[in-house]
């Protein structure tokens, strides 16, 4: 599969998370009960100082190794300022440095299963420090960047 390269800005993030790994049998109906948790049980609405609702993020961080160990997904968007009295509340706050990713385009939201799966037998050489899905909600269209050495 094919891919471009980029250097991302930094940029921040503020959603909800949860901890999985690829290899639990419910993965995926925990990382679709927690995007059904942002844009549909008005978390959404409840994070302050958002650029905008046009652009929403799926950041894999905190990994404990490589593409079958333990990660943590935070879903939400990007602000433009971190809301001091709401650290350490269900909103978690990312600060996301700039790097440099490799960039995978999946053409509508039911291909991000099979876009991942095709980046998993791609060769990088990954820093598995941040990962993230870039969803327009404009269009289907759905950037996945993945931080690349």
């Known amino acids: 599969m094919s891919y471009d390269m980029e250097n991302h800005e930094a940029l921040t993030l503020a ?6 790994n690829n290899q639990a049998k419910d993965c995926v109906q925990k990382i679709m009960g927690l995007w059904d948790k ?9 994070i302050p100082n958002k650029t905008g609702l046009d652009v929403l993020y799926g950041l894999y961080h905190s990994y404990a190794g490589g ?3 333990d990660y943590t997904l935070t879903v939400g968007p990007e602000v433009y300022e971190i809301d001091e009295k709401n650290v350490g509340h269900e909103i978690k706050y990312l ?14 939201r039911d291909k991000i299963a099979d876009t991942w799966v ?3 037998n791609t060769p990088l050489d990954r820093t598995f ?10 269009n ?9 050495k």
């Open 15 to 20: 959603g909800i998370s949860l901890t999985t």
């Open 38 to 46: 942002l844009l549909n049980q008005n978390t959404l609405a409840n």
């Open 67 to 69: 593409i079958d160990d």
């Open 95 to 108: 600060i996301i440095p700039q790097a440099k990713y490799a960039v995978f385009t999946a053409s509508n």
């Open 118 to 120: 095709d980046i998993w």
């Open 129 to 138: 420090l941040f990962d993230f899905e870039k969803c327009d909600q404009r």
């Open 140 to 148: 289907e269209q759905v950037l996945i960047y993945i931080g690349i």
